[in-house]
């Protein structure tokens, strides 16, 4: 049942060269090859949208909805988009009729429940833009758990306000 967490950050690490020497696991390559290709993914990740900030400078957002598939297990750990240089994690609640945010540092990943981050609850605040995403365009996001894994999607960039907010419409 451990198969998964050995080879996922095989993958990822496969880029910068796979073949090198894997001590900790002996058995990881083979497990690798006996690996179902179209098994479901632990994660899928869907409706991510990055919805910039109202006033440049301030943070943008990031919402989207993390399904674990059957055999998902560990921690969401970090989240990451392109062209920001730091991402945080944060839920939302109501604390005397003021809405507070608290910092999140891990998710537990649930087969039974998808990870849905939206206004008002999870969210993902995104700091320190390089300025180049323009409403309408795209970006990738990356989520790691807690074993290394990376899955990643493309995002939306909406502008200030969502899909609904139009050019001089303050929200
Ligand atoms: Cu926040």
């Known amino acids: ?79 990451h988009v392109d062209h920001f240089g730091r991402a945080a994690m944060h839920d939302s609640v109501m604390e005397g009729g003021t809405m507070t945010m608290n910092p999140v540092d891990s998710l537990p990943l649930d087969p039974a429940k998808p990870l849905v981050f939206a206004p008002a609850g999870l969210h993902v605040m995104l700091f320190d833009s390089d300025n180049t995403l323009k409403a309408g365009g795209t970006t990738t996001l990356t989520l790691t758990l807690d074993n290394g894994a990376k899955f990643t999607a493309q995002a939306r960039i909406t502008p200030p306000g969502g899909d609904d907010a139009m050019p001089g419409m303050k929200m």
Do not use: H, N, W
Request: aromatic letters at 4%.
């Open 1 to 79: 049942m451990r198969r998964r967490y050995l080879i996922l950050p095989c993958l990822v690490m496969s880029v910068a060269g796979c073949s090198s020497p894997t001590p900790i696991v002996p058995s990881a390559s083979a497990s690798a090859q006996a690996e179902d290709p179209t098994a479901a993914p632990v994660l899928t990740i869907s409706d991510a949208v990055v919805q910039l900030p109202a006033v440049p400078g301030r943070p943008a957002v990031a919402y989207f909805v993390a399904t674990p598939g059957d055999q998902a297990k560990g921690k969401l750990v970090a989240v």
